[in-house]
Structures are given as structure tokens and as C-alpha cells.
């Protein structure tokens, strides 16, 4: 643990009076020094305060250092001040709680700093980060709702006598807040049990070893720790270079916050952040267009990409492509209108919204976490935070995991895993370090989509297109018959080294239930499974999974990949 | 010398012809190679496979794939209540095919009531048409039956929808609808007839009671229903009749799902009881008596108890026995060839490459003895078959770890060993169980209870903590647990599982966050709404 009384020259002494003034001698430049947090009282019964020197201000030489004074036994006394810990998690998103909890449960004193700044639209939420107040909840939750609206409509068809009813956004709105409400709670509960301690501070780094947080009321606390983990994760971007963007647009950081319908909605975007939102808006009823510049899912197998696109528009989102917003205003009904343009043809267009969603990427929050006075690297494009394999910055004991690291899946298990591996390596309980490849993930578009392992392209990049064999079918949902859904999307493809046993490099599932689909073949290409164990496990059936087990047919065959019967 | 000399232009023959690059190949793929080297013109066919079921249907469209004169016997004969159905056997016809959507309908009707809580404003009370659902259901089983025969054509199979009986070695008499016998010889025979569901041999359950043979086109809607049994087709049936919205009483005489890991069965029975199945337990019926004709009309079923002598009665409109299915090995003539049968199960006996005890005649399916009744065994089973006897391949079917699942309400799916047979053959110590229960992310909004999912692994400690059985509780089982089965082909561990990560948020992703062993007593209740 840092101890204090890093450097006390003997030549300084400060006076603090009791409203805070503090004067030394022989005195400080204004711009040398800091003062963070309150006096704190010690065992003895003075009270001590922290000053810190900033560094490179030609006193003191350039390090940034800790000064210690003890003041006089007059001083107020509060509770707050500098505290010092094993471990310090900055962010309490998904990868922060999990490393803290972790490093708690094996011993360690730990503190977790976490503050929500709201969006510029004032949407603000609680502990847990974005996973649970404005990603992944939510939006399985709204996800869930949407396809409950397809199962009425399918129920008819099984017998049920139930005509198409109107949706209520108010009310599932409010039964998914009250649902991440819980979750907030349950995380402060959880941090309690584990003997973390919660600070809702906003931090910055003073140096390399301290941390100064702000609470909402501006009081100041400083933090010391051996280790310092940042899991500050990021936010939306807004596209500020276009007029009125920020001023009427929302983004994911809002949407599940919405009290009220979002009505007619264009959402601007091709990440899965923009089509799971598209996608959930339209299975609600609601009039919805999506405007993609370029390609969608940029990251994913493009077949499949193009594949989860066409269903959207098949079932009803407006896809706007090679498109680009150039202006929101609002007008004097309250409705926004959108100016756009085709970049293909330069053509300008003009639409008429309710709601404007910009899901254009997210930028790390590392911004305001003064990295320089830590001397922690970034990606200056990305502001994404370098580390290495041990989730080691710059700084070797300052590590960062999730969304804020550079090069790493955004991806909540991920963050979680990464986390608590840290933690374990932190408290030498292991040495095990965390693996990126072959990382699973779902988009939870109406029809989703779950892989694992590389795209057809990416394996064609790295093993040529001799060398690769992909399997694939068009299959039909076995619940899909009887209400005569169209399945003309469900298609699964698995890419396969092409020399005996083909050993699987990745798997593209399109259908219903993708994400539970997906698990158990994420499991099995970790076991290095081949081709042919795949085809040797028996399938279930009737189920969509076993589908993937009974993948036959060759893209180098040419055969229809249509799958017919039982 | 010219003698020795002739003997080498002749060698040097067949050698060429052999070795051509442009003749052998063609004829191998056509089959036509084969087919001068192995058919045996003194048989009308090279096979024929007795039953039109998954299992025999693939055999016959692989055999006939690879350039063979294949034959198809297939007859339903009518259940005792006359029900009859077309092609494709079990499975297609009245097994998983309308099993699975009458199950998916029941969802459907949960997803009616979750609606509301996710702000569709569904009227309270939705009824339930039960012809509605049942013609959607036929409708689709009906163009299943036309796809296969289709499908049966174009490859050239002879499908004859007669009866199959061995009259002599390699001689078969095909009886059709209206009682006209002809016969048929083949060189090779597979045996695919599967099983039928078994009656209780009681008073009035032929006349009465009904099977799943009767259920999946019964044309009303069976009311309240008695279901006699604890097989996966007993609760399954229940299950979805409680979803329906239907009254429904299981009487299970002992065992719920025998050979299934039995904390899961038990489990499985409880999340029924939830939906408002009852249960009675250790009861067999002794004699069904009709009170009312009518459809439904009014059965009164008299039941005693396994455990002593207390009689009860109970007033049901539909009684559906499932109490077991027994093998179509009776009336085949096997005694006229000689085919062993297992006296007391009715299985044929095989060795690993589905060979019965007449070397010509083999069996796949359900009524092979000792493997497990799944489509997709028998549809693999038969493939590899007929790849083996005419495509001159060595691949055997692997019986291993053939993953399962119950379409109850709550889905049960299971890869591996149950735990009491784990431990039976590894012994309890050298045995690590995980175990939690879990809380599906779409059953929060819909304040559905969070303690009844669950999902268990075991594992043997001194194997490198190998997963040797999965079994999972819970929505959508079915597609969860197929990738495991992947996995535990390939040797699953925990540290893999341990190691992948998860996809969040799922219910499959609870396997790679299991930390609670079982032998730790430790709480692994959640916490609720």
C-alpha cells in the first residue's frame, strides 16, 4: 500500500486556517501546488490535509509528488478526505464491479469511483454502467417486447383469439427502468456485501498513485492506491460537425429512458447500437428508418450483415442507404426535420421526424480523467487507452479493461472476464491472462444474429480462399410454419479450414434465439472443434439448433443449401 | 513361353481398364461400378427397408443416392381409435413435429400474458381454439407427407404402402390396405418400424382412452384431460394442455422421466404444478368407464394405489394414456428368418454397425435394442447405413452423448449422464457437481419466478474436471443445449467453459459464470422481482 509522507521537505509548513485558506512558507506558486479533499483527523488527534505538487513548475523537480501537512488541532473536521487503498476501480460499469468485487473477495481493499454525467438531453441512471442502464437490458428487454408483438401476431394462427393490440411505450418504459432500478440497487448491494467502498465521485488523476474525486456537490476527496483500474467505458458520439445534432437529437444513452414513445424515428447509424434500435422500434408499431452511409455491421461476416438488413426491410424498416444527415431542425409543430443527402447521386431529401436517434459510434470517456498527470498513453485517434496483455497502460500499475481499452471487443462478458482476471493476477491468484479470440456475440436484431470466430472474409484473408471451406444452409424454423413467416433470412453458415479434420475457424447463426444458439458452439470452437464433431453431435430436434449440426452443403459445391424435410 | 506371355497381355487388361482415369471414376460415381461388381440379380431389390420413418426414410434415399434398387415398406395401421396418418413415421406425423408446435402454441399463450407486462394491451382473457391450432398443425404435418414422397421419387425409391412380413430368408409378403399380397426379394433388409404407444391392458382403455397416436389431429378439443404416464410424451402432453389453458391430472405410478437425471424430472414436475398441472402420485388406473359419449364425452377412471390398497375415481373428458411404446417386432415373421428379439423389451439386438442376428438383415431406430429413441439418431443411423453396405464407407454411428430434450412448458435439455448415474459409475467422490438457478432476463419484466430455471454440470475430478453431463431447466433448452453436445465431443471441461465467454444477456451464457458446487451446500437461490 502507497504510504503517506511521500515527500515532506522539511522547509515547508503550512498553515490552514479554519475556513480552508492554507498558507505556507516558504510559499508555493500558485500554479506548483493543489490542495484535494478536507482535513482528516488522525489517531492522534491533529488533522492532516493533503497538498499535492503538480510537477514541472521548477520547485521540486518535475515529478508530480505528495506533500503532507499537519495542521493545527483547529481545523473543521469532516469526514471525507484522503484515503488509501489496495485497488482503485475508476468506472463502475460491467468490467470495473466485477474486477473490485473480485479483488475484494480475495482480500483487498478496494474502492470503486463511479459518476454518470448526464446526456446532453439530462438522462442520467445509476451504478452499473452502460450494460445494464443503457445497453444490453434495456435493449434485450425492448428487444423482448418487440418479438412478444410478433408472437401475438403468431398466436392468432395457433388457435389464440386475439386480434393485434396497441402497444403502451409508457408502460414497458416504465417495467424496464424499474427493472434496471433494481439492478442499480442490486449492484450497491453486492459492493456493500463484498466490502467495496462506493464512491459516486467524478475522478481525474492528480498523479500516478492518486486519484481526486468530485462529488455531485463539488466536495473533493483524494484517493490513493497501489493499483488503479480504469473501466470508465464510453458514450455516445454525436455527429457535432451536423447542425442541430446535438441540440435535438437523442441518443441509446436516452432511448430507454423515454417516458413517451419516440414515434416516428430516424435512427442515424450502422453500428448494432443502430439496427437493434430500428429493430425493436419497428417490432413496437413504430413508423421507423434507418440511414447507413455506408456498409451495416461494419465488423460482422458481410453476407450475414446484408442478410440482417434485408429482413429489417422486409419487415418494415425504412433503410435508407449511402445516405448522410446534413441538418435537424426543429419545426414550429415540434417535429424535427432531417436534410440529407445521397452520397451517390448528391441529391438532397428531406424527412419528417418525431425523434432523431444518432448511434454514429462511441467515443471512450477518457477525456476527463487528466491520463497526462498519470502519464497514461492513449490511441490519439481513438482516445482509446494502450494496453498490453496484462491490461497493463503505460503506467504499469495502471491497467484499463472494457470499452476505454484500445483493441478490445466492447462487450460486456468481456469486460467481466477481463476484470476479474486482473483482479486474480493483481492477487497473485493466478497468472492466467485474458483471451480476445473467439469472443461470441449476439445482435439482437428482430431476426438475430450470433457468431463466434472469424467472418468468411477474414478467414479468407488469413488462410486464402483454397484453404477454406464454408458450410451453410437456408433453413426454416420448425414455429415459423404455421403462422407462414417468411424465413427466407434464417441462414447459417460455419467457415471451416478446408484440410481434414476442418477444423472450424467461425460460425454465423441468423435466426430466432441466436444468442442462446451460439453458446454452446462458442464452447465447442474453444475445444478446437472440427467439421467433423460438429457433424458427429446428434442434433435436437425439432430445433433450430441442430440445424447446425446438419450442415452439409458446401458454398464450393454449388449446391441449393435449401433445407428440406426433417 | 507364348503361354507366359499370353498371361501378361491379359493382366496388363485388366489393369487398364481398372486404372482408366476416364472410365472408372464415371462409373463410380453413377454407381454403376458397383453395381457390376456387388448386385445380385436373383433379388428384385438391393434393399429393402420395412417402415417409412425417419430412420428407414433416410437409409432408403442414401442407398438409392448411391445407384441402388431400393424398396420402401411403409403401412400405419390404424390405432385402436382408427387414427391413421401418411408417410414419414413417428417423428413427422404424431411425435415431435406436432409435438414441438403444440408446445410452441402453449408458449404462445404465456407470451399473451408477458405481453401486457411489456406494454401490449392484450385483452385479460384470451380463449383458446383448439380446432384452429389442430388444422394449422395438419396442414403443415400434410405437406411434410407429400415433401418426403416427393422426395422419395426423385431419388427413385419404391415407396409401397403395404404391410412388411419375412415369409423366407431374403423374402418379404407386402400386404396393402385392401388385403392384396405380393412378394418381394432383396438382397439386403433394414428393419425402421419404430414402436406405438403402449396400452394399460384394463378394462375399457382401448374403447376410451386415447394415445398420442389419437392426440395431434384429435378434431375437439380434449377438455379435461387425464394423462397416464411419466415419459417425456406424458408431460409433454400435460404440458401444453396447461397451457392451452386446459384442466389437466398426470397420475404417474412411480418414476417421473425413468432414465433422466431425476433432480431435473423432479424439477421439470415442479414447474408444472406452477402452471396448475396436478399431479397424483403413485396411482395406476384399473378401469375406465364412459359416462357420456360426446367429444369430449365423460370418462370416469378408476385408479388404485401402488402402495396399498386406496381406490379413487376421478371424472375426466379425455383420458391419454403415454405409458410407454413398445416395438413393431411382433408381427414381422423375424421367427420365420431367425432375427433375435429381445423377449422382454420386443428390441432387436445389434452389433455396432446396426447388424442383427441374420447377417443380411440390419435395424435402426426405435427398434433397435439399447440406443437412444431420437429422430435424429435414426435419421443418422440409417444415413451411415446405407453409406457403409453400398458406398464403401467404414463410419460408424456415434451413440455417444446424444443431447436430449423434453418440450415441457419449461424446456429440459440434457447432454450426457443423469447424476445418479454419474455417480453410479464414477462414484460420488470423484464427482464435482455445479449447479445454479437462474433468472431469464425476459422473465424479470415479466415477474415470472426467479428460482425455478436451473442449470447443472457434472464433472469428474480426476478426468481434468471433464464435463460428463449438462442439463439445463429453462426457456429454449433446445437451442441452448445442442452447442454443449458440440462441446462435449470435443472433451468439455470446466476450465473451458470457465474460460469461453459469455453472450449477454442469455440464459446459456450461466454455463460460463458456474461457481457453486453442489457439495458446498451453498445458496444458489436469486433474488426476485
Given at each position: 500500500m502507497w504510504g503517506g509522507g511521500d515527500y515532506t521537505p522539511a522547509?515547508?509548513?503550512?498553515?490552514?486556517?479554519?475556513?480552508?485558506?492554507?498558507?505556507?512558507?516558504?510559499?508555493?506558486?500558485?500554479?506548483?501546488?493543489?490542495?484535494?479533499?478536507?482535513p482528516i483527523p488522525s489517531q492522534d488527534g491533529t488533522s492532516s490535509l493533503t497538498l499535492y505538487h503538480i510537477g514541472n513548475c521548477g520547485l521540486l523537480g518535475s515529478r508530480p509528488r505528495l506533500l503532507l501537512v499537519l495542521p493545527s488541532q483547529s481545523l473543521p473536521l469532516t469526514p471525507a478526505g484522503r484515503q488509501c487503498y489496495d485497488l482503485l476501480v475508476i468506472g463502475g460499469g460491467s468490467g470495473g464491479l466485477a474486477c473490485a468485487k473480485e479483488a475484494a473477495q480475495l482480500g483487498k481493499k478496494v474502492a470503486v469511483v463511479d459518476y454518470v454525467e448526464p446526456s446532453p438531453r439530462g438522462t442520467r441512471w445509476g451504478l452499473g454502467g452502460t450494460c445494464v442502464n443503457v445497453g444490453c437490458i434495456p435493449k434485450k428487454l425492448m428487444h423482448q417486447a418487440a418479438l412478444l408483438g410478433g408472437m401475438i401476431h403468431d398466436a392468432s394462427h395457433y388457435g389464440w383469439k386475439v386480434a393485434q393490440p396497441p402497444h403502451d411505450w409508457g408502460k414497458m418504459?416504465?417495467?424496464?427502468?424499474?427493472?434496471?432500478?433494481?439492478?442499480?440497487?442490486?449492484?450497491?448491494?453486492?459492493?456493500?456485501?463484498?466490502?467495496?467502498?462506493?464512491?459516486?465521485?467524478?475522478?481525474?488523476?492528480?498523479?500516478?498513485?492518486?486519484?481526486?474525486?468530485?462529488?455531485?456537490?463539488?466536495?473533493?476527496?483524494?484517493?490513493?492506491?497501489?493499483?488503479?483500474?480504469?473501466?470508465?467505458?464510453?458514450?455516445?458520439?454525436?455527429?457535432?460537425?451536423?447542425?442541430?445534432?446535438?441540440?435535438?437529437?437523442?441518443?441509446?444513452?436516452?432511448?430507454?429512458?423515454?417516458?413517451?414513445?419516440?414515434?416516428?424515428?430516424?435512427?442515424?447509424?450502422?453500428?448494432?447500437?443502430?439496427?437493434?434500435?430500428?429493430?425493436?422500434?419497428?417490432?413496437?408499431?413504430?413508423?421507423?428508418?434507418?440511414?447507413?452511409?455506408?456498409?451495416?455491421?461494419?465488423?460482422?461476416?458481410?453476407?450475414?450483415?446484408?442478410?440482417?438488413?434485408?429482413?429489417?426491410?422486409?419487415?418494415?424498416?425504412?433503410?435508407?442507404?449511402?445516405?448522410?444527415?446534413?441538418?435537424?431542425?426543429?419545426?414550429?409543430?415540434?417535429?424535427?426535420?432531417?436534410?440529407?443527402?445521397?452520397?451517390?447521386?448528391?441529391?438532397k431529401d428531406t424527412g419528417t421526424f418525431d425523434t432523431v436517434l444518432w448511434a454514429?459510434?462511441?467515443?471512450?470517456?477518457?477525456?476527463?480523467?487528466?491520463?497526462?498527470?498519470?502519464?497514461?498513453?492513449?490511441?490519439?485517434?481513438?482516445?482509446?487507452?494502450?494496453?498490453?496483455?496484462?491490461?497493463?497502460?503505460?503506467?504499469?500499475?495502471?491497467?484499463?479493461?472494457?470499452?476505454?481499452?484500445?483493441?478490445?471487443?466492447?462487450?460486456?462478458?468481456?469486460?467481466?472476464?477481463?476484470?476479474?482476471?486482473?483482479?486474480?493476477?493483481?492477487?497473485?491468484?493466478?497468472?492466467?491472462?485474458?483471451?480476445?479470440?473467439?469472443?461470441p456475440t449476439t445482435v439482437f436484431t428482430p431476426l438475430e444474429y450470433g457468431c463466434v470466430g472469424l467472418s468468411e472474409e477474414e478467414a479468407v484473408a488469413r488462410h486464402g480462399e483454397e484453404r477454406v471451406e464454408v458450410y451453410h444452409a437456408y433453413y426454416k424454423p420448425l414455429e415459423f410454419v404455421v403462422p407462414e413467416r417468411d424465413a427466407s433470412q434464417c441462414y447459417i453458415k460455419m467457415v471451416c479450414l478446408r484440410e481434414p479434420p476442418q477444423l472450424v475457424l467461425g460460425l454465423h447463426f441468423l435466426g430466432p434465439n441466436a444468442g442462446e444458439v451460439t453458446q454452446g458452439f462458442a464452447l465447442g470452437i474453444k475445444c478446437g472443434a472440427s467439421y467433423q464433431h460438429v457433424m458427429r453431435t446428434v442434433g435436437i430436434h425439432p430445433t433450430c439448433a441442430e440445424e447446425v449440426a446438419k450442415l452439409r452443403i458446401s458454398k464450393r459445391s454449388g449446391l441449393d443449401p435449401t433445407v428440406t424435410g426433417c | 513361353?507364348?503361354?507366359?506371355?499370353?498371361?501378361?497381355?491379359?493382366?496388363?487388361?485388366?489393369?487398364?481398364?481398372?486404372?482408366?482415369?476416364?472410365?472408372?471414376?464415371?462409373?463410380?460415381?453413377?454407381?454403376?461400378?458397383?453395381?457390376?461388381?456387388?448386385?445380385?440379380?436373383?433379388?428384385?431389390?438391393?434393399?429393402?427397408?420395412?417402415?417409412?420413418?425417419?430412420?428407414?426414410?433416410?437409409?432408403?434415399?442414401?442407398?438409392?443416392?448411391?445407384?441402388?434398387?431400393?424398396?420402401?415398406?411403409?403401412?400405419?395401421?390404424?390405432?385402436?381409435?382408427?387414427?391413421?396418418?401418411g408417410v414419414a413415421g413417428t417423428c413427422v406425423n404424431v411425435g415431435c413435429v406436432p409435438k414441438k408446435l403444440m408446445h410452441q402454441a402453449a408458449l404462445l399463450g404465456q407470451a399473451l400474458t408477458d405481453s401486457r407486462k411489456f406494454g401490449w394491451e392484450c385483452s385479460q382473457q384470451v380463449k383458446h381454439n383448439w380446432e384452429t391450432m389442430t388444422e394449422a398443425i395438419q396442414k403443415h404435418v400434410g405437406s411434410l407427407n407429400r415433401s418426403y414422397q416427393r422426395a422419395l421419387r426423385e431419388k427413385a425409391v419404391a415407396y409401397v404402402n403395404s404391410y412388411g412380413e419375412f415369409v423366407e430368408h431374403h423374402k418379404i409378403k407386402a400386404t396393402n390396405g385392401k388385403g392384396q399380397e405380393t412378394y418381394y426379394t432383396a438382397a439386403k433388409f433394414v428393419i425402421a418400424t419404430g414402436e406405438r404407444p403402449r396400452y394399460l391392458?384394463?378394462?375399457?382403455?382401448?374403447?376410451?382412452?386415447?394415445?398420442?397416436?389419437?392426440?395431434?389431429?384429435?378434431?375437439?378439443?380434449?377438455?379435461?384431460?387425464?394423462?397416464?404416464?411419466?415419459?417425456?410424451?406424458?408431460?409433454?402432453?400435460?404440458?401444453?394442455?396447461?397451457?392451452?389453458?386446459?384442466?389437466?391430472?398426470?397420475?404417474?405410478?412411480?418414476?417421473?422421466?425413468?432414465?433422466?437425471?431425476?433432480?431435473?424430472?423432479?424439477?421439470?414436475?415442479?414447474s408444472m404444478q406452477q402452471l396448475g398441472v396436478r399431479f397424483l402420485r403413485k396411482f395406476v388406473p384399473v378401469e375406465v368407464q364412459q359416462l357420456e359419449k360426446g367429444s369430449p364425452g365423460k370418462l370416469k377412471v378408476v385408479a388404485k394405489s401402488t402402495e396399498g390398497t386406496e381406490i379413487i375415481e376421478g371424472l375426466y373428458n379425455t383420458v391419454l394414456l403415454a405409458i410407454g411404446r413398445d416395438s413393431c417386432t411382433k408381427k414381422i415373421g423375424l421367427e420365420k428368418i431367425g432375427v433375435k428379439v429381445n423377449e422382454k423389451t420386443g428390441k432387436i439386438p445389434v452389433n455396432d454397425?446396426?447388424?442383427?442376428?441374420?447377417?443380411?438383415?440390419?435395424?435402426?431406430?426405435?427398434?433397435?435394442?439399447?440406443?437412444?429413441?431420437?429422430?435424429?439418431?435414426?435419421?443418422?443411423?440409417?444415413?451411415?447405413?446405407?453409406?457403409?453396405?453400398?458406398?464403401?464407407?467404414?463410419?460408424?454411428?456415434?451413440?455417444?452423448?446424444?443431447?436430449?430434450?423434453?418440450?415441457?412448458?419449461?424446456?429440459?435439455?440434457?447432454?450426457?449422464?443423469?447424476?445418479?448415474?454419474?455417480?453410479e459409475v464414477y462414484r460420488k467422490e470423484n464427482l464435482e457437481v455445479y449447479h445454479t438457478l437462474f433468472w431469464p432476463l425476459e422473465w424479470t419484466v415479466a415477474c415470472r419466478d426467479s428460482n425455478t430455471c436451473y442449470a447443472k454440470i457434472i464433472c469428474s475430478k480426476f478426468d481434468n474436471d471433464r464435463v460428463i453431463g449438462f442439463h439445463v431447466l429453462g426457456p429454449k433448452a433446445g437451442e441452448i443445449t445442442q452447442g454443449f453436445a458440440a462441446a462435449m465431443k470435443c472433451g468439455l471441461t470446466k476450465q473451458l467453459l470457465d474460460d469461453t465467454i459469455g453472450i449477454h444477456p442469455t440464459c446459456a451464457q450461466v454455463f460460463t459464470t458456474l461457481e457453486t458446487t453442489k457439495s458446498s451446500g451453498l445458496d444458489i437461490t436469486q433474488k426476485g422481482c
Open positions: 522547509s515547508l509548513t503550512c498553515l490552514v486556517s479554519g475556513s480552508g485558506q492554507t498558507t505556507c512558507t516558504p510559499s508555493l506558486p500558485p500554479a506548483c501546488w493543489g490542495m484535494c479533499g478536507h418504459a416504465e417495467a424496464v427502468q424499474n427493472h434496471v432500478k433494481s439492478l442499480n440497487w442490486g449492484h450497491r448491494v453486492q459492493l456493500q456485501d463484498r466490502k467495496v467502498k462506493y464512491f459516486n465521485f467524478k475522478a481525474s488523476f492528480v498523479n500516478p498513485h492518486m486519484v481526486c474525486g468530485v462529488s455531485k456537490g463539488g466536495e473533493e476527496t483524494l484517493l490513493s492506491a497501489d493499483h488503479i483500474v480504469i473501466a470508465t467505458g464510453g458514450r455516445p458520439r454525436y455527429p457535432t460537425h451536423i447542425e442541430g445534432a446535438l441540440e435535438y437529437g437523442i441518443t441509446s444513452d436516452d432511448i430507454f429512458w423515454l417516458k413517451e414513445s419516440p414515434g416516428k424515428t430516424l435512427v442515424v447509424g450502422a453500428s448494432y447500437v443502430a439496427l437493434e434500435c430500428a429493430g425493436f422500434l419497428t417490432g413496437l408499431g413504430l413508423d421507423t428508418t434507418v440511414m447507413i452511409r455506408s456498409v451495416p455491421l461494419r465488423a460482422f461476416d458481410q453476407q450475414m450483415a446484408s442478410l440482417v438488413t434485408e429482413h429489417m426491410a422486409v419487415h418494415g424498416t425504412r433503410i435508407l442507404r449511402g445516405c448522410t444527415p446534413l441538418r435537424v431542425e426543429r419545426l414550429s409543430d415540434g417535429r424535427l426535420q432531417v436534410i440529407w443527402v445521397d452520397l451517390a447521386s448528391d441529391k454514429v459510434g462511441r467515443v471512450p470517456e477518457t477525456r476527463g480523467l487528466n491520463l497526462e498527470k498519470a502519464g497514461v498513453r492513449t490511441n490519439p485517434n481513438t482516445q482509446k487507452i494502450l494496453v498490453d496483455a496484462q491490461e497493463a497502460t503505460s503506467v504499469p500499475h495502471i491497467y484499463a479493461i472494457g470499452d476505454v481499452a484500445e483493441g478490445r471487443p466492447e462487450l460486456t462478458p468481456t469486460a467481466i472476464m477481463a476484470g476479474r482476471l486482473l483482479a486474480q493476477r493483481l492477487c497473485s491468484r493466478s497468472s492466467d491472462l485474458m483471451d480476445y479470440d473467439n469472443v | 513361353m507364348p503361354i507366359k506371355h499370353r498371361v501378361q497381355r491379359k493382366s496388363l487388361k485388366t489393369s487398364h481398364t481398372v486404372s482408366s482415369p476416364l472410365v472408372t471414376p464415371q462409373a463410380h460415381q453413377s454407381g454403376v461400378l458397383q453395381k457390376l461388381l456387388q448386385e445380385d440379380p436373383t433379388y428384385d431389390y438391393d434393399l429393402i427397408v420395412i417402415g417409412g420413418g425417419s430412420g428407414g426414410l433416410s437409409c432408403a434415399q442414401e442407398a438409392a443416392a448411391l445407384g441402388r434398387r431400393v424398396m420402401v415398406l411403409d403401412l400405419v395401421v390404424p390405432s385402436p381409435q382408427g387414427t391413421s396418418w391392458g384394463i378394462q375399457g382403455d382401448k374403447e376410451y382412452c386415447i394415445t398420442s397416436d389419437d392426440f395431434f389431429s384429435l378434431p375437439y378439443c380434449p377438455g379435461a384431460t387425464l394423462v397416464v404416464g411419466a415419459s417425456s410424451v406424458a408431460l409433454e402432453c400435460a404440458g401444453f394442455l396447461a397451457g392451452l389453458g386446459l384442466e389437466v391430472t398426470v397420475m404417474v405410478s412411480s418414476q417421473l422421466l425413468r432414465g433422466f437425471d431425476q433432480e431435473m424430472a423432479e424439477k421439470v414436475a415442479s454397425v446396426e447388424q442383427s442376428s441374420v447377417p443380411y438383415v440390419y435395424a435402426v431406430g426405435d427398434v433397435v435394442e439399447g440406443q437412444p429413441e431420437l429422430t435424429p439418431v435414426a435419421v443418422q443411423a440409417g444415413r451411415l447405413l446405407a453409406r457403409r453396405l453400398f458406398g464403401g464407407r467404414l463410419e460408424k454411428c456415434d451413440y455417444i452423448n446424444a443431447p436430449t430434450v423434453v418440450f415441457t412448458p419449461l424446456e429440459y435439455g440434457c447432454c450426457g449422464y443423469a447424476e445418479e448415474k454419474a455417480v
